[in-house]
């Protein structure tokens, strides 16, 4: 699959949930409830961890195996021709010269902040905006493990994906699909051959892969750019705004430098009242 230009992260939900088995409310009595009892809950919270662990190992295991099948069947789509590949640039002519139709299966995040002119959105996985407890604690989790540097949303698979494009276009229309670095649009364009989809292209390398003159672009920002967000994106420090940054010279560094600088600032101003805050009521008890 290296061969197609996939990148998979290595990093799955068992691995971001893993950040450590804490004990449970009770195992936090004080210890003059007796040695015996410390012991027994001790031991007994020990066991609930191991338990725990040997339960998200597998499920990783799981997580893995299944990740590595659906590689072989997204390779062999290729391989066998089910799935025609696109590198960015033919994509563009063929929507120019033939009328065919682009699909984006980004989320509306990475949407918002470009598209390729005249393209139909649908998403596989679009932004998870419930707000039920399991939801409320994944979106915190996500956020902790990550979220808040890197700006990922949390994503939730659209059941209703199928029917939205069989209402949009008939099983014999030609369409490219595309997501923002190729591997979403590639589960998009197994979930469409096996409803009968049979003239399927793939943007090699999804619309990060694509320069500007590849595809009429519409948005505030460039196609390389959509996919990032969070402090990364604020400071400047992602691979694609470095890759900007060679192109465009030292004015789009100072940019970045003096957000940078100004983050520091805000920290430094924060720390300091904090501290006179401190010094203020410490001084009303002492009064």
């Given at each position: 699959?290296?061969?197609?230009?996939?990148q998979?992260?290595s990093?799955?939900?068992a691995?971001?949930?893993?950040?450590?088995?804490?004990?449970?409310?009770?195992?936090?009595?004080?210890?003059?409830?007796?040695?015996?009892?410390?012991?027994?809950?001790?031991?007994?919270?020990?066991?609930?961890?191991?338990?725990?662990?040997?339960?998200?190992?597998?499920?990783?295991?799981?997580?893995?195996?299944?990740?590595?099948?659906?590689?072989?069947?997204?390779?062999?789509?290729?391989?066998?021709?089910?799935?025609?590949?696109?590198?960015?640039?033919?994509?563009?002519?063929?929507?120019?010269?033939?009328?065919?139709?682009?699909?984006?299966?980004?989320?509306?995040?990475?949407?918002?902040?470009?598209?390729?002119?005249?393209?139909?959105?649908?998403?596989?996985?679009?932004?998870?905006?419930?707000?039920d407890?399991?939801?409320v604690?994944?979106?915190?989790?996500?956020?902790?493990?990550?979220?808040?540097?890197?700006?990922?949303?949390?994503?939730?698979?659209?059941?209703?994906?199928?029917?939205?494009?069989?209402?949009?276009?008939?099983?014999?229309?030609?369409?490219?699909?595309?997501?923002?670095?190729?591997?979403?649009?590639?589960?998009?364009?197994?979930?469409?051959?096996?409803?009968?989809?049979?003239?399927?292209?793939?943007?090699?390398?999804?619309?990060?892969?694509?320069?500007?003159?590849?595809?009429?672009?519409?948005?505030?920002q460039?196609?390389?750019?959509?996919?990032?967000?969070?402090l990364?994106?604020?400071?400047?420090?992602?691979?694609?705004?470095?890759?900007a940054?060679?192109?465009?010279?030292?004015?789009?560094?100072?940019?970045?430098?003096?957000?940078?600088?100004?983050?520091?600032?805000?920290?430094?101003?924060?720390?300091?009242?904090?501290?006179?805050?401190?010094?203020?009521?410490?001084?009303?008890?002492?009064?």
């Amino acid at each position: 699959m290296e061969a197609l230009g996939l990148q998979f992260s290595s990093i799955n939900l068992a691995q971001r949930l893993r950040g450590g088995n804490y004990l449970s409310g009770s195992a936090l009595m004080p210890i003059a409830t007796g040695p015996s009892f410390f012991s027994h809950k001790f031991h007994s919270n020990c066991r609930s961890g191991t338990r725990m662990q040997v339960v998200e190992e597998e499920y990783e295991v799981k997580q893995m195996k299944d990740m590595a099948a659906a590689r072989k069947r997204w390779e062999a789509l290729v391989r066998d021709g089910k799935v025609k590949v696109l590198t960015p640039r033919e994509a563009g002519y063929a929507i120019q010269l033939s009328n065919k139709t682009l699909l984006d299966v980004r989320p509306s995040s990475e949407r918002q902040k470009a598209w390729v002119k005249g393209s139909t959105w649908v998403p596989i996985f679009d932004v998870d905006d419930r707000l039920d407890p399991g939801t409320v604690s994944k979106k915190v989790t996500d956020f902790m493990m990550g979220g808040w540097w890197s700006g990922i949303p949390t994503l939730s698979y659209d059941k209703q994906f199928l029917s939205k494009v069989e209402e949009k276009f008939p099983k014999d229309t030609d369409l490219i699909v595309a997501c923002q670095k190729g591997l979403r649009s590639l589960a998009a364009c197994e979930l469409l051959y096996n409803a009968g989809y049979e003239n399927l292209f793939w943007i090699q390398g999804g619309l990060e892969a694509a320069e500007e003159e590849d595809l009429e672009r519409d948005g505030p920002q460039p196609f390389k750019l959509a996919g990032i967000g969070g402090l990364s994106e604020f400071l400047g420090w992602t691979d694609q705004q470095r890759a900007a940054a060679a192109k465009e010279g030292w004015g789009y560094r100072l940019v970045f430098s003096a957000r940078l600088v100004g983050l520091f600032l805000v920290a430094d101003a924060l720390f300091l009242g904090a501290q006179q805050v401190g010094r203020y009521l410490q001084d009303l008890r002492s009064h």
